[in-house]
């Protein structure tokens, strides 16, 4: 089993910046492609970023290229979400998942799910 617990959502006004934090415990992390996905109310949850379990490859949606940066720390067994020049349309609750080994853009892949952080973009 994988445990994740997100970090580091709060209010931001547009155009600002915040940095989300997923620390994973229980299983060797290394191992595991990460992925974050983000759900506004009413709305289906959409994938935003992944990364692969060697950190070499990255995926992002087209609606975040450009803006938004994934990351992790192996050591430290986190993976980081740097988002930059935020729109109030980024505004969602953000969850990282985990999925044994292949990364993928899909939510349905993904075994392991944190329990999601609020971002709210003002305008």
């Known amino acids: 089993q994988v445990q994740l617990v997100e970090s580091g959502g ?8 915040l940095r989300l ?16 996905f983000r759900q506004a109310p009413g709305k289906d949850r ?6 692969s379990w ?3 490859n990255t995926y992002y949606a087209d609606s975040v290229k450009g803006r ?7 050591a430290k067994n986190t993976v980081y979400l740097q988002m930059n020049s ?14 044994y080994e292949y990364v993928s853009t899909v939510g349905s892949g993904y075994a392991y799910w944190g329990q999601g952080t609020q971002v709210t973009v003002s305008s």
């Open 46 to 51: 959409e994938f935003v970023a992944a990364i």
């Open 10 to 17: 709060g209010l931001v006004q547009a155009g600002g910046s």
């Open 21 to 36: 934090s997923c620390a994973a415990s229980g299983r060797t992390f290394s191992s595991y492609a990460m992925g974050w």
């Open 54 to 56: 060697g950190g070499s």
């Open 68 to 74: 938004f940066i994934i990351s992790r720390d192996n």
């Open 86 to 99: 935020l729109k109030p349309e980024d505004t969602a609750v953000y969850y990282c998942a985990a999925r």
